[in-house]
């Protein structure tokens, strides 16, 4: 295992800005998110969680995708270039790293969204393992092991030492071209550090927190219980849910006009907004109970029946704690555990 | 709080079981000590779920529009702030007040989880308030706070232990006791700004914005059946933060239309996952109103006519008021 030192950060980070643009959590306005690294940036690789996701860097939250130009009664039609730019996203958790794997499964399949596939392989992930969860953690939940991230490259933050291990080639290829920063390491520390933060894990409250398997088995019954009114009820309709998540990914595609010119755009969308899928008309969910019940169904009955069982949620805890009334996929997946009707 | 929850119950249970209204508006706790949810109970055997703690900031008052226009009775529990929202949203016409039970409740200030996690608090396994004492429990260990100091920060500027409209009291009036803030004063530190400054300041503070629309949701001025964001054939409906200059509009349009009309609860910024100054935009429109037209408190009473829609003979003129003259 290699490691690299605090004080060698600021070097290590240029080193892989010089690679492809970095992004990594840093402090801005208070809170910590993902950020590209530019000398100067406040990078904070303690905080468990950034306030948003990452995903924006394989699906941004507005992508142009078309041009259309008219001169007189000519029409062009121009395609825009594919997002080909390398990229590195530093100090990515194990949630969120498995996000991707969700994500893929959206994009990644016939048809294959190109702009998405583009940035995706010009990306080389490099995780960060948990060493402090927070209680609104439940990766263990989908069994994603927070200690052992995964991804293109794993590090672990041991007291003021960074270890950092190589898992594929791309990753090699990366540590190949910092290799002169980095040391020679011992395991024991990480070891150390891997158990003491199960150790924690056991400790919080969502520790033992299962879905139940009935849940994507019943899809009938889940969808008709009564569970939905009372929690659809409170809803706001809002969306900072959606847009906060790893794992949901719809999105609306719009055309914006300027002069003599039509930009074909996409923009995340959220099953929870009033005014979503606008299918010939109207949303065909109109009622606050159908779109609520609809992002549920999806990350828990729906998904997985179309992905040999993988939940479309990673347990990142975000949901936990944006939702402004603290509604959460938690509570929904509880209350449909112990609903009589399912 | 445990013996005013208690009052709330037998309440609650009392409205149902005598069919006196066919919903009562609550709290309902979560997965954690301070996750309370809002929530609609309807039958007595579930309000073993009731509760009413430090982490009950949600005004329910918005709630009660879906029943109203259903016709349904329904109670609500009140805190002192909220009852100016339900008076601006009857005032609006969104909820009827012959349908309506407001009971209110006293309150000693809502904690801000917000405030206690950022000075690095993870793990929370429980929170146990007496006083001004909070000890924190967490997996890494407990952790002192004094209530007075992790409040959230409309609480610090609480208008107050009176109700504005209530059917019933509940308990006895209780105060707030920190260090009071003035919304006021951050809106004199942009007052006192060049107007290039005030610019990049609004530029950078809105360029965080998501467009989850959780501020509007959450805010009892913005009542709209169909907002204008999100209506497709309207330019303006944005998902997505698509620019900057989108969401300058999307912010600018709402506190001029909220404008006279916002209670000054402090919910929008209160939920902005993005943590954006919403405030000091109302609160700006809020002072300006007042040193223009005469001390106007909206939710105060349910029929006043405010400031923007009434007209006066000597109201101030907009050209003339630029000059500082009135
Ligand atoms: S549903 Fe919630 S916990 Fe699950 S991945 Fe999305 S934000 Fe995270
Ligand atoms: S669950 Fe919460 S965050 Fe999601 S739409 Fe409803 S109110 Fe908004
Ligand atoms: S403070 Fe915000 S949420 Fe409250 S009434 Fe004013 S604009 Fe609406
Ligand atoms: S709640 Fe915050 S992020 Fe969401 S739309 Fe309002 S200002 Fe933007």
């Given at each position: 295992m290699l490691k690299i030192n605090k004080a060698k950060w600021a070097e290590l980070f240029a080193a892989l800005s010089a690679q492809g643009t970095l992004y990594l959590p840093a402090e801005v306005d208070g809170k910590v998110d993902f950020t590209v690294w530019q000398d100067g940036t406040e990078v904070n690789?303690?905080?468990?969680?950034?306030?948003?996701?990452?995903k924006n860097v394989f699906f941004p939250q507005i992508e142009n995708l078309l041009d259309f130009k008219t001169d007189g009664l000519k029409l062009s039609v121009e395609q825009r270039m594919l997002p080909e730019e390398d990229t590195i996203a530093f100090g990515v958790r194990g949630c969120d790293v498995c996000s991707f794997e969700v994500l893929d499964k959206v994009?990644?399949?016939?048809?294959?969204?190109a702009f998405y596939k583009a940035r995706r392989e010009h990306c080389t992930i490099v995780s960060l393992a948990c060493s402090a969860p927070d209680?609104?953690?439940?990766c263990d939940t989908f069994a994603i092991d927070a200690t052992n991230p995964g991804g293109d490259v794993t590090t672990w933050l041991v007291g003021d030492d960074l270890f950092w291990q190589a898992n594929t080639d791309k990753g090699k290829e990366l540590t190949e071209k910092i290799q002169a920063l980095l040391a020679e390491g011992d395991e024991a520390g990480v070891n150390a550090q891997q158990k003491a933060t199960k150790e924690i894990m056991a400790k919080?409250?969502?520790?033992?927190?299962k879905i139940d398997p009935k849940i994507p088995a019943e899809q009938e019954k889940v969808f008709n219980s009564a569970i939905w009114k009372q929690l659809s009820d409170s809803?706001?309709?809002?969306?900072a849910c959606t847009y906060v998540c790893p794992t949901c990914h719809c999105y609306d595609v719009r055309d914006f006009e300027i002069d003599n010119k039509v930009e074909r755009f996409r923009c995340w969308d959220s099953c929870?907004?009033?005014?979503?899928?606008?299918m010939a008309a109207v949303n065909?969910?109109?009622s606050r109970l159908e779109r609520f019940r609809q992002r549920y169904m999806h990350k828990l009955v729906y998904f997985p029946e179309n992905n040999?069982?993988?939940?479309?949620?990673?347990?990142?805890?975000r949901c936990l704690q944006k939702c402004p009334v603290s509604l959460n996929i938690v509570k929904v997946a509880k209350a449909l555990g112990v609903a009589k009707d399912v | 709080m445990q013996k005013i929850a208690e009052l709330i119950k037998k309440e609650a249970e009392s409205l149902l079981k005598e069919n006196k209204v066919t919903a009562v508006w609550a709290w309902q706790p979560g997965e954690?000590?301070?996750?309370n949810s809002p929530v609609c109970f309807?039958?007595?055997?579930?309000?073993?779920k009731l509760v009413y703690n430090?982490?009950?900031?949600?005004?329910?008052?918005?709630?009660l529009m879906a029943g109203s226009k259903k016709n349904e009775t329904m109670a609500v529990f009140a805190k002192p702030c909220d009852t100016y929202g339900i008076n601006q949203l009857i005032k609006d016409h969104r909820i009827k007040r012959e349908l309506i039970t407001v009971i209110g409740i006293p309150c000693s200030g809502m904690i801000d989880i917000k405030k206690i996690k950022n000075q690095?608090?993870?793990?929370?396994?429980s929170v146990s308030v007496s006083g001004d004492d909070v000890i924190v429990t967490t997996a890494y260990g407990d952790k002192n706070f004094k209530k007075s100091e992790v409040l959230l920060a409309k609480c610090m500027s609480c208008k107050g232990s009176?109700?504005?409209?209530?059917d019933k009291e509940l308990g006895e009036k209780m105060e707030v006791k920190c260090q009071k803030l003035n919304p006021e004063d951050g809106v004199k530190k942009l007052e006192a700004m060049t107007s290039q400054e005030r610019f990049a300041f609004w530029q950078q503070e809105l360029s965080?914005?998501?467009?989850?629309?959780a501020c509007r949701d959450i805010c009892?001025?913005?009542?709209?059946?169909?907002?204008i964001f999100d209506n497709?054939?309207?330019?303006?409906?944005?998902?997505?933060?698509?620019?900057t200059a989108e969401e300058q509009m999307f912010h600018i349009i709402r506190a001029y239309h909220v404008?006279?009309?916002?209670?000054?609860?402090g919910e929008c910024a209160r939920v902005c996952p993005q943590g954006i100054q919403l405030g000091l935009l109302n609160t700006k429109f809020a002072k300006d109103i007042n040193e223009f037209y005469g001390k106007y408190q909206p939710?105060?009473?349910?029929d006043s006519k405010a400031p923007l829609v009434d007209y006066k003979f000597d109201d101030v003129e907009p050209t003339i008021s630029a000059k500082g003259v009135r």
């Open positions: 690789l303690q905080a468990t969680q950034t306030a948003k996701s990452i994009f990644l399949k016939e048809p294959v969204d209680e609104t953690c439940f919080l409250p969502l520790a033992d927190f809803c706001l309709s809002c969306c929870m907004c009033k005014d979503f899928t606008k065909p969910r109109v040999e069982g993988t939940f479309a949620c990673v347990g990142c805890g | 954690f000590y301070y996750d309807t039958a007595p055997e579930q309000l073993d430090e982490f009950c900031p949600s005004n329910l008052g918005k709630y690095g608090v993870k793990g929370i396994i009176d109700y504005m409209i209530a965080k914005c998501i467009r989850c629309n009892p001025a913005c009542s709209c059946e169909q907002c497709q054939e309207a330019a303006v409906a944005g998902k997505a933060s698509a620019n404008a006279g009309r916002c209670v000054g609860c939710g105060a009473d349910d």
